[in-house]
């Protein structure tokens, strides 16, 4: 079993920086795939990044300003976003699965709000 936790949401103004951060629990999660989603207000849960140990891959409405990375030793993920946008705002989760198409586990989420 793996317990997540997501940290390090927030508000800041456009343009602005957050890292969030996705703290493992129970057992080491070395070898999951750990994805990050997100989802706005009326909007359905999108993909954002995701990190195995061949690498990480972006949704298009964040490449070049998202970057995920992992802790192992902390067993902690982390996604630092920069150049935020308004549209960036919703509720951050990630999750942890065997490969990136089966997510077993999720977090609770945290809230990022960019504003205007």
């Known amino acids: 079993q793996v317990q997540l936790v997501e940290s390090g949401g927030g508000l800041v103004q456009a343009g602005g920086s957050l890292r969030l951060s996705c703290a493992a629990s129970g057992r080491t999660f070395s070898t999951y795939a750990v994805g990050w989603f997100r989802q706005a207000p009326g909007k359905e849960r999108e993909f954002v990044a995701a990190?195995?140990?061949?690498?990480?891959g972006y949704a298009d409405s964040v490449k070049g300003r998202f970057t995920i990375s992992r802790d192992n030793p902390k067993n902690t993920v982390y996604l630092q976003m920069n150049s935020l946008k308004p549209e960036d705002t919703a509720v951050y989760y990630c999750?942890?699965?065997?490969?990136?198409?089966?997510?077993?586990?999720w977090g609770q989420g945290t809230q990022v709000t960019v504003s205007s």
């Open positions: 999750a942890a699965g065997t490969s990136t198409i089966q997510y077993d586990y």
């Open positions: 990190i195995t140990r061949s690498g990480g």
